[in-house]
Structures are given as C-alpha cells and as structure tokens.
C-alpha cells in the first residue's frame, strides 16, 4: 500500500483547506484510516480516525466541529476538510492505514498546512 497526501498550502486564519490522500492497491475499502499531525518541535497528534466504510468518523478535540474526515473507496482517497484554521493547526499532516486496533503501518509522505494569523 502506497499513501500519497496533497491539498496543503498556506491559509489564514478561519480559512479552509481540503486534504486529499491517495492510496494505490485494490484493498483500500477494507480498511479503516486515519489523519496525523505533526507540529514544528511537537510529537505525532492523531488527528482524525474513519472506519473502512466511512460509515463513523472520531475526532480528536482539539479540531471537533471544525474538520470532517470522509472517503470514496471507488477512488481509493481519503479526504480531511478542515475548516475555520486556527494557528495552532499549522503541522504536516500524514493519513495512515489502521492494520488493527488503531495500529497503523502505513504512512503517506505528509503535507504542509500553514496557517498565518
């Protein structure tokens, strides 16, 4: 399985931006994935988890009410619409794929979100 994130840039505050993460391989749909942070001189944050069928999505609090993970499995992409950008999200973003048990092994390259105030 290959992941490949696009869609980051620079935004203001209170913009949006949708991120986009492409996998390679038939068996994309069977399996739940997740979206990651990673701030600069900060730890990985889970972001955001989606279940195989899109069917239920988590959040983690700190971007509740304001992004919205989704996926179309006939495209193999997996999608984090984040709205009303704070500072505070500026981070490389990585989506991952859940082997089990919110235990991921595979990581796209990630891509820059840079919120300006």
């Known amino acids: 399985v290959q992941l490949a994130e696009s869609g980051g840039g620079l935004v203001q505050a209170g913009g949006s931006l949708r991120l986009s993460c492409a996998a390679s391989?038939?068996?994309?749909?069977?399996?739940?994935m997740g979206w990651f942070r990673q701030a600069p001189g900060k730890g990985l944050e889970w972001v955001s988890a989606?279940?195989?069928?899109?069917?239920?999505?988590y959040y983690a609090d700190s971007v509740k009410g304001r992004f919205t993970a989704s996926r179309d499995n006939a495209k193999n992409t997996l999608y984090l619409q984040m709205n009303s950008l704070k500072p505070e999200d500026t981070a490389v973003y990585y989506c991952?794929?859940?082997?089990?048990?919110?235990?991921?092994?595979?990581w796209g390259q990630g891509t820059q979100v840079t919120v300006s105030s």
């Open positions: 991952a794929k859940d082997r089990g048990s919110y235990s991921y092994d595979y």
């Open positions: 391989g038939r068996s994309f749909g069977s399996h739940d």
């Open positions: 989606i279940t195989s069928g899109g069917g239920s999505t």
